[in-house]
């Protein structure tokens, strides 16, 4: 059988955070310069398909962001 070649709902490249039928995550983090990160936060679900959030963040926000995620 040949390889999918382009993404249909429910089948993504990387590895999720949570893969369930109904419900899959995946989460990015990048960093473009010295102190420059994007976060890209990836869900699907059946009816929707996949939704993507970006966030632009300097390292500051991210330390921000880190707290939050501690607590």
């Known amino acids: 059988m040949q390889p999918y070649v382009t993404p249909h709902p429910g089948r993504t ?3 999720n955070l949570v893969n369930l039928d ?3 995550m995946h ?3 990048r960093e473009y310069q010295s ?5 890209l936060i990836e869900r699907w679900i059946p009816e929707t398909g996949w939704t993507r ?3 632009l963040l300097t390292k500051e926000q991210l330390d921000k ?3 939050i995620l501690q607590d």
Do not use: A, C, H, V
Request: hydrophobic residues 25%; without cysteine; aromatic residues 16%.
């Open 13 to 15: 490249p990387g590895p």
């Open 53 to 55: 959030t970006q966030l």
């Open 22 to 24: 109904d419900y899959k």
């Open 27 to 29: 989460i990015l983090k």
């Open 65 to 67: 962001f880190r707290t």
């Open 35 to 39: 102190g420059e990160y994007e976060i």
